[in-house]
């Protein structure tokens, strides 16, 4: 019998796709936070974009109702079944105006991070150029190294409205380009897009012969009057473009990790095949219950969305005293806030204010070197508390 012993086995390596990876950033984070808890420090977080509010009564009923019934505990099918591919279709219908095909144009996924992460894996060859946003969400750049893509990354910066800037991408990366990400409205930055610069990246898509892929999970988390466009509302953009949503943000569901992506048939038909070697798809309960979102009232929305705007003005007015430069953002749930003068290290910042004062906020550097100067703020954390940790931070003096 052969013993191995774990802490020495010096012959198991990692696959060199994975090698290099770090632990995800909000994982390390948890740790760093899990420590100063067990001795007593009293953390406020508001760094992760995890809503704290729960969904609307009516859906969680719906969850409870179907969880009761006999025939609701096995397997579901992949992708998420005929009814929720149509009111996926519904709710692009009802919200944009954009007709979607049930069983070609749209597919259900176990949250729209899963879906993200899967487009480069069926898409991307090895030496495939990828053009990213600076900053971005990680998973954009993560994914494209996995598949053994290469990144180009694209600015996004306060000067240009945090929209990247096509017509500065070097003619030889366009015609190499397979996939060009954006994401609006925007994480980090809370930026949004206007349908004109839509019609400019399918436009640019076209031309080059790259595949669009737009990640809109904050599109019905607006505020003051503003409704976020789908890029599906551009005449033939579903000839290049897909996009992801999700019910995480739209309807308080994070954990119950339901998304979508809708658009392109040929990419959608992809991701099917790649889900089905991977998982078994959805709790049935909780799919009957992303149906009910979708389809059911929406006025509640305005309400809860109105309960982030007051947090949003919180953040606001007690940080612009201090010296922090701030575009009011119309979307999204996040406050993307340039640090004081004298100030350059997002990451040292954010690691002495947990360590001083127990307020978590996320480094902009995570996100691209183009968010370094900059922190971002969740405003998913309840609003007695986001103004005790802006108390907080008003009282520090980092030294």
């Not at 992460?117 to 150029?129: E, K």
């Not at 996320?362 to 998913?380: F, K, M």
Request: include cysteine; proline fraction near 7%.
């Amino acid at each position: 019998m052969i013993s191995f012993n774990t802490e020495y086995n010096s012959f198991f390596k990692p696959s060199d796709r994975i090698s290099s990876f770090k632990p995800y950033f909000f994982a390390a984070l948890a740790k760093k936070i899990a420590v100063l808890q067990n001795k007593g420090v009293d953390v406020i977080r508001i760094d992760m974009g995890s809503p704290d509010l729960p969904p609307e009564k009516f859906i969680i009923d719906t969850l409870v109702d179907n969880a009761y019934k006999p025939n609701m505990h096995g397997y579901s099918a992949n992708g998420g079944g005929v009814a929720f591919r149509k009111a996926i279709s519904t709710y692009y219908k009802n919200r944009f105006n954009v007709d979607l095909d049930p069983m070609d144009e749209t597919i259900g996924l176990i949250g729209s991070k899963e879906g993200l992460f899967h487009l480069a894996q069926i898409l991307i060859n090895p030496g495939d150029v990828v053009l990213v946003p600076d900053p971005g969400y990680p998973v954009y750049s993560a994914s494209t190294r996995i598949a053994g893509g290469e990144i180009y990354r694209m600015p996004i910066i306060k000067e240009n409205n945090f929209l990247p800037d096509l017509s500065a991408i070097p003619e030889n990366i366009a015609k190499k380009a397979k996939l060009l990400w954006i994401n609006y409205p925007n994480n980090p930055t809370g930026a949004v897009a206007t349908i004109e610069f839509f019609e400019k990246v399918i436009e640019f898509g076209k031309q080059n012969e790259i595949f669009i892929a737009h990640d809109a999970p904050y599109v019905d988390v607006c505020f003051d009057g503003y409704v976020a466009p789908s890029i599906l509302e551009i005449p033939g953009a579903k000839d290049i473009a897909i996009e992801f949503n999700s019910l995480s943000k739209s309807y308080n569901m994070a954990g119950w990790r339901l998304g979508m992506a809708v658009g392109q048939p040929e990419l959608i038909r992809y991701i099917n095949t790649y889900k089905s070697q991977m998982d078994s798809s959805h709790f049935l309960p909780i799919l009957e219950a992303g149906i009910k979102a979708l389809t059911g009232n929406q006025d509640w929305l305005e309400s809860r969305n109105g309960i982030y705007k007051t947090r949003r003005d919180i953040v606001i007015e007690g940080l612009l005293p201090l010296g922090f430069e701030i575009n009011t953002p119309p979307a999204a749930i996040y406050v993307w806030a340039k640090l004081p003068k004298g100030i350059t290290d997002s990451q040292h910042y954010c690691e002495k204010m947990l360590e001083e004062i127990g307020v978590s906020t996320t480094p902009g550097v995570v996100y691209g070197d183009y968010g370094e100067g900059y922190l971002r703020i969740s405003l998913g954390t309840d609003t007695k508390r986001i103004k005790e940790a802006i108390d907080r931070i008003q009282n520090w003096k980092l030294i």
